[in-house]
Structure formats: C-alpha cells, structure tokens
T-cell receptor, first 111, second 118 residues
Framework: SQQGEEDPQALSIQEGENATMNCSYKTSINNLQWYRQNSGRGLVHLILIRSNEREKHSGRLRVTLDTSKKSSSLLITASRAADTASYFCATAGPYGNKLVFGAGTILRVKS | EAGVAQSPRYKIIEKRQSVAFWCNPISGHATLYWYQQILGQGPKLLIQFQNNGVVDDSQLPKDRFSAERLKGVDSTLKIQPAKLEDSAVYLC????????????????FGEGSRLTVL
C-alpha cells in the first residue's frame, strides 16, 4: 500500500513553538499533500509537493520530501492556538489518480 | 466561490435500515470522491468519479454501498442495509483534475455527513 503513516500520533506544544510532523509511505508517488482537519469539519488542503521537489514553503508551513527515504515532514513555525487540529498526509501514486490518506497527527497548541 | 455541499450533516438510523447522502461539488470540477472516515482514522477512499464515470471503486463494499453521479455533477451515496460498522463520517470531495495530474491535485472537501448506526 502507498498509504502514508504519520508520526507522532499526537503532539502537544506551547503557543509560539514549532511543530514537526512526519509522514512515511511505501510506494513511489506522483505527489504528496498535507491537509488539516478541525474537529467536526472537513479537510482543508495545506500544501502539495511533487516527487521532483525537495522543499516547499507556504506562510508558516514548510514541507520537505525525501523520495529516497519515502518520507516527508511538515513544519509549522510559531504555532498558534488556532493551529490545533488533525494533520493528514496523503499520497498520489505514480499514475496519479488516487489520493490515499494516512491516519493523521493530532496537534494541540496550548495558549 | 461556493464550496462542496453535503447533506444531511447528521443521520441516525437503526441497523439494516437504508440511508442516502448527497453531494454537490464545486462547479466545473470533473473529479468527485467519496471517502469514509471512521473516528480516529484517516479518510478511506470509497469511490472516485471522473465526470460521470467510475475511476476507482475497489474499496466500496458493493453488496451494501452504491453511488452514482448523474450528468457528471451531483452525486449520491447509498447504504442498504446499514451495519453498525458503517458508523462514520462520509466526506465528499472534488477536484479539477485527479490528484496526481500536473496542474492541480488539491481536493476540496465538504463538511461531511456523520452517520450513526444503532
């Protein structure tokens, strides 16, 4: 399966600290995406990184991709209480037409 | 721009009853997805449509689940008869192109339909 697996399962930090979440997957991919889900809501797309890219930034988000290790990381800098949510990585396989989600990391930012 | 609309938001039924969920994707989005999210887990793809054709339904329990996308726009997901393990949030998503295509890949999700089977 190409399903991503996030690590850690849960993370609790203080406001202002950085949060790092990791994702590992098993097969080759076309792209890897990160989504956020607030409690009781739908998922919101954060960032997409393609297999030929190594790093992308979007605001306070930084994503890295290491295809040799089949892993990705999501860094949220200067976290805020509003960042409290579940974060999922999702991988699109080499033929690209199916997005498979991991189990997610629950992030709690304490104010 | 209107987002992905889903209804109902909540549904409680007895096991062996039937239920239907409706989804209206973002206008112009060719690809529509139904995901099942069990509490504490990530979303699992049930079925993916490209326009009104099925691209992937490999994880759809076809003995009880069915889905259709009439005229390549709205979609309905039906469960009949429901089992206790079907209790979950059913998420509909849409995208301009399938997840791995060159220009896009972002999925837009609705708020979900929470099903409780008693």
């Amino acid at each position: 399966s190409q399903q991503g697996e996030e690590d850690p399962q849960a993370l609790s930090i203080q406001e202002g600290e950085n949060a790092t979440m990791n994702c590992s997957y098993k097969t080759s991919i076309n792209n890897l995406q990160w989504y956020r889900q607030n409690s009781g809501r739908g998922l919101v797309h954060l960032i997409l990184i393609r297999s030929n890219e190594r790093e992308k930034h979007s605001g306070r988000l930084r994503v890295t991709l290491d295809t040799s290790k089949k892993s990705s990381s999501l860094l949220i800098t200067a976290s805020r209480a509003a960042d409290t949510a579940s974060y999922f990585c999702a991988t699109a396989g080499p033929y690209g037409n199916k997005l498979v989600f991991g189990a997610g990391t629950i992030l709690r930012v304490k104010s | 721009e209107a987002g992905v609309a889903q209804s109902p938001r909540y549904k409680i039924i007895e096991k062996r009853q039937s239920v239907a969920f409706w989804c209206n994707p973002i206008s112009g989005h060719a690809t529509l997805y139904w995901y099942q999210q069990i509490l504490g887990q990530g979303p699992k793809l049930l079925i993916q449509f490209q326009n009104n054709g099925v691209v992937d339904d490999s994880q759809l329990p076809k003995d009880r689940f069915s889905a259709e996308r009439l005229k390549g726009v709205d979609s309905t997901l039906k469960i009949q008869p429901a089992k206790l393990e079907d209790s979950a949030v059913y998420l509909c998503a849409s995208s301009l192109d399938p997840a791995g295509y060159a220009n896009t890949g972002e999925l837009f999700f609705g708020e979900g339909s929470r099903l409780t089977v008693l």
